[in-house]
């Protein structure tokens, strides 16, 4: 089930830099598993901003907040989500 | 180079019915023909409302306004676009 | 799988009377067969506005939006969704 | 007497971590106490966000002042209230 | 139990004169009625502006939505609820 | 002449409680010797949050402003002001 | 007394030009009395809108509310007022 | 003096189709003339959207008021108005 | 040329009150010394609001910004300009 | 290709004054490389405001990510990115 995510981050521009690699190289790994197992099937950069629009597809809304709030730099987004349904004019993949 | 793109369709409820089946219509043969040739890649519905998500890939902003503005629902729609990047934690498609 | 849904009704002070009972009509023998199968399990009226909050129970996303997009009213509605997960402060029901 | 509540939890990142566990840990005791003598019938967490949708059944408003002002919490939320009343659609429990 | 009531007036400028007129009658007759009985304590106009701000006492939500929605002018209305409570520096009426 | 005022109070959770208590103090004070002498006949605490809504009567908007700027909270609250005028549709206080 | 408004003109592009003329017309000469009695000391035009910000100088609210609800285009106005007061670093005007 | 103004379009979709294409022309041949001799010297269109920014270059406020109240479409747009000034960090232009 | 300006204060109420005088101070005497030579002719304070309403008169944009930049209490202020054409109704000053 | 971009600039008033000095220095000569290298081809103060205008001018979108979050100012900045596209009304360089 895909839900449409947007995500600002805002770190405190004095962090302590060491608290701040760690905390952005946890958030990559954390990343990049559930990118690998499918379940952030995309993530792109909005250009300009420290912020991104992702897709997930979880099995339910359990698991996409499961997942969101166990992010590392959780405490320092702010995140919408949006539920996405199929859309009556999308062809399909293979057409 | 990918563009994220939100549109709200505001169809006023007593639109000659055949007017309204008629562009609904030509809206979804132009969409389904950019999604063919690849300019429309990602498209979903945002469950509850009368809007979508959608990804466009294109050449540059002049082509983005041209597919955008000669879309047949376009005098009915709100758009907002926001251009995307690569983001930096993204796995490669093949990973 | 619960939604949050805030609903805000935008009709017409001038629409055909007979039309507006009818629509709402409609609205309330729909809106009763959801409550009835518990596709929607709860329903308060926003005190001073026509408007509402309610609690869908949908397998998915995509039974959610077939849903709200076949309700009598929706080309008069504002819908706003809001997925939810379980609280973890929330005692068992029969706690 | 029902309302709709919606908490938004802003605990600062530095918080200090015994400090952040103790106002957690009466947070949910608090909570739980009230849902427990049915004060607080509805609690659900908003996906992707450290904020929750309540429903409190209070006697009046300044019992729901009373509780929600007591919340360990409370100097760290924004809430906003919204009285409910009986939708005219809505079936009877045991319908 | 008290609510502060914020009530904008939406009247089309080219509504027919002889029905604005009417629904402007009623409309004062009716709060008049609830002022007279203690249902509508307060009233003011917004100075420069075509709303107001009410103090409404009713038993319960409940019947603050009946008497609102019973309002001559109800569909050309915007309004805004707010539940009040005692205010702790507040002095008695005869203090 | 009547001035609606709605008081939002900021205080950082983490002052100095004694300066909080003292603050708190005299801003109670403040409030009551105004209720005493007539400009600030009412006075509700907004249910769940740390806001008020105020009735403030006074001779022009230069003893409002006194008024309002010397409220020992000043510092910690948003203030909105808005005139009122009297509505047509108020009956008098003995009718 | 003075209070800073701001008026925003929305007059509808198809509005009859006769009536739109009369308006005009009625709403100038209405506009230049209060100015001519002193009740409407200062006004300017926004620039590329059709608004204006206005200073008056009123009796008291309800003077005001009277003078800017007996505007001839009073039902196309969105109308903004804030009550102003004597800035501490103001020299006289003979300084 | 460098004005940046950001100007949206609202036609009506059921306009005339000849009164929409005159007021189109009419703007156009308006805009470029101002362009060709100096007072518009920069215009974009803002992609996927019925909207420009625009650089003015005028003498003073007034001028721009003049130019800006004199466009065609303007009964259909809506303006927001900003001042320009160097910044310190621009580069000669023939640096 | 006029210029309508909206000046909001923000000082930390824990900064130190001696740079809190000094600020002030400096911010008065810069005031009046700009209100002497014409470059500001109107100044008032917005009732119950750390935050003013100000004309200011300069030559251009430039002249402008660097009265406004050079504000000491600038790094403290949000502002907003307004940039003001003379209104079509206003009449002569000695009319 | 070319993009509106806005910047706000939100530097801590108590920032020590050699890093903010060191930080703008950085900043300006960054700037000025790309406006030698044509990437940043106009750049304009906002009157009254710590923001800018600007138009960049790059390749696509992943150049102009590289180069607004490269900005030493970048973590202190609120950036809005709009794509251009040419304006139909646009008249030709030399016309």
Redesign the interface.
Known sequence: ?????RMDVH?P?DLDPATRDDLIAR??AY??QL??NGKWP?????????A??SILDTA???E???L??GLPL???LD?????????????AED?
Chains 1, 2, 3, 4, 5, 6, 7, 8, 9, 10 share one sequence.
Do not use: C
């Not at 995309?42 to 420290?50: F, H, V």
């Not at 995140?79 to 999308?90: D, E, F, N, Q, R």
């Open positions: 089930m895909l839900f449409h995510v770190l521009p958030e990559k990343s990049q990118q690998r995309q993530l792109w950069r909005i250009a300009g901003e420290y991104n629009f339910d809304n359990e996409l907040h499961r969101l709030s959780f405490p320092y995140i919408t989500v949006t539920p996405l349904a199929t859309h009556p004019s999308k062809i057409d």
